[in-house]
C-alpha cells in the first residue's frame, strides 16, 4: 500500500501542479475568475448544489463554468433558467418537497398515489427543459416492513410511473445511500437491493444513483462494485470517507482510480462532486475535485 506522502506524489502527477498547490494551501477565492481550465473531456463533472447552498446559485454557475464543469444538480424547477443561461445544464433534477423526501419514498404502499401525482409533475418538468435524469428514493425500514416486502412494494409503485417516465424519455433514478451514518433506516442502502429492483421493473428508465461515498461506507469494494454493476448505475457522486469532506488525500478513497473505472466502463454521464467543502474557500475545494477527478 502507498504510503501517505507516496500517494501525494501520485496525485500532484496526476492533476498537475495547480491542482497540487490545492492539496496544500487551497486557491484563491477568485480563482473561478481564471481562464476555463482545460479538462481531459473523459468525465463529465456536476456538482451538487446542496453542498453549496451559501453561495448564490448564480454565481455557483458562473464558478462552474469557468472550472470546465457542465452541470450544477439536484435543483427543483423553478432554478433550471439560472443554470441554463450559463450554458450548465442540470444532470439531476430533484425531487424532494415538505411531503416526500428520503425517508418517505416507494416502499410504502400509502405513499404511492401521492408520488405517482408528484413524479408526473416532475417527470413533466424535466423533459419540458429537455433534461434526463430525476433522482427518487426508497423510503426507510420501519419495524413491520421488511426488506423483501419493500422491494416488492417500490417495484409496485414504480411500475405505474415508468411507462410515463419512458413516454417523456426521463429516467427515475434511485439513489444508493448509507443506513449506518446519515440515513439511518434507509432500505436502498445496498447495491444488490437496488439492482434487484432494476431487475424486477426490466426497464431502461429505471436506474440507481451509486454515491460512492455511501456506498464506501456500506460496503467497500468500490472498483469491483462499478465493474460488476455498471449497467444499472446512470449517475455517480463522490464524497470524502470517513468526513465526507474535499475528496484529497486526508481521505481514505483514492479517486484517480474509480474515475479511470468508470471511464473504462463507457460511461457517458455525469459524475457529480457531493463532498461538503470543509475548507474556508468552497471553490478552491470543489476546483480541486474536478482536477482529481479530471482522468
Same mark, same amino acid.
Not at 64 to 84: H, P, Y
Not at 272 to 291: C, M, N, R, T
Given at each position: 500500500?502507498? $504510503?501517505k506522502? $507516496? ?10 501542479t ?8 487551497? !486557491? ?5 475568475? #481564471?481562464?476555463?481550465l /482545460?479538462l ?14 451559501? @453561495?448564490?446559485?448564480?454565481d !455557483? ?8 464543469i ?5 435543483? $427543483?424547477?423553478?432554478?433550471?433558467? %439560472?443554470?441554463?443561461?450559463? =450554458?450548465?445544464?442540470?444532470a ?9 423526501? %428520503?425517508?418517505?419514498g416507494w416502499?410504502k ?6 408520488? @405517482?401525482?408528484? &413524479?408526473k409533475? !416532475? %417527470? ?9 435524469? !430525476?433522482?427518487?428514493?426508497? =423510503?426507510?425500514? #420501519? ?10 412494494? *417500490?417495484? #409496485?409503485g414504480?411500475s405505474? +410511473? @415508468?411507462?410515463?417516465?419512458e ?10 445511500l448509507?443506513s449506518? %451514518?446519515?440515513?439511518?433506516? &434507509? ?8 439492482? #434487484?429492483l432494476c ?13 460512492? &461515498?455511501?456506498m464506501q ?12 454493476n455498471h449497467?444499472?448505475f446512470?449517475?455517480?457522486?463522490t464524497g470524502?470517507?470517513p468526513?465526507?469532506a474535499?475528496i ?7 479517486y484517480?482510480? +474509480?474515475m479511470?473505472?468508470?471511464? /473504462?466502463?463507457?460511461y ?23 482536477? +482529481? *477527478?479530471d482522468?
Amino acid at each position: 500500500m502507498q $504510503n501517505k506522502s $507516496n500517494r501525494r506524489e501520485i496525485m500532484k502527477k496526476l492533476i498537475g501542479t495547480a491542482a497540487a498547490i490545492t492539496l496544500t494551501d487551497g !486557491l484563491s477565492a477568485h480563482a473561478f475568475d #481564471e481562464a476555463p481550465l /482545460a479538462l481531459k473531456g473523459n468525465i463529465n463533472h456536476s456538482v451538487c448544489r446542496w453542498c453549496y447552498d451559501t @453561495i448564490p446559485l448564480e454565481d !455557483l454557475a458562473k464558478a462552474a463554468k469557468e472550472m470546465g464543469i457542465q452541470s450544477v444538480e439536484l435543483l $427543483n424547477v423553478n432554478e433550471f433558467d %439560472i443554470v441554463k443561461k450559463h =450554458g450548465l445544464t442540470c444532470a439531476m433534477v430533484s425531487s424532494i418537497n415538505k411531503d416526500w423526501g %428520503i425517508e418517505k419514498g416507494w416502499n410504502k404502499k400509502e405513499h404511492h398515489k401521492g408520488h @405517482i401525482e408528484w &413524479y408526473k409533475y !416532475l %417527470i413533466d418538468e424535466t423533459s419540458k427543459a429537455g433534461l434526463k435524469n !430525476l433522482i427518487c428514493f426508497s =423510503g426507510n425500514r #420501519e419495524e413491520d416492513l421488511s426488506d423483501e416486502e419493500g422491494l416488492e412494494n *417500490c417495484a #409496485e409503485g414504480l411500475s405505474q +410511473i @415508468i411507462p410515463y417516465a419512458e413516454k417523456k424519455k426521463v429516467t427515475l433514478v434511485m439513489e444508493l445511500l448509507n443506513s449506518k %451514518i446519515d440515513h439511518h433506516n &434507509y432500505m436502498c442502502d445496498m447495491t444488490d437491493w437496488g439492482t #434487484e429492483l432494476c431487475r424486477m421493473l426490466d426497464s431502461e428508465n429505471l436506474k440507481l444513483l451509486f454515491d460512492i &461515498y455511501h456506498m464506501q461506507i456500506m460496503e467497500g469494494d468500490i472498483i469491483r462494485t462499478i465493474k460488476d454493476n455498471h449497467n444499472y448505475f446512470a449517475h455517480y457522486h463522490t464524497g470524502g470517507v470517513p468526513d465526507r469532506a474535499e475528496i484529497d488525500d486526508t481521505q481514505e478513497l483514492f479517486y484517480p482510480a +474509480i474515475m479511470k473505472t468508470i471511464a /473504462a466502463t463507457g460511461y457517458k454521464g455525469f459524475v457529480g462532486q457531493e463532498f461538503i467543502p470543509k475548507k474556508a474557500d468552497k471553490l478552491a475545494s470543489l476546483k480541486q475535485g474536478v482536477l +482529481i *477527478c479530471d482522468v
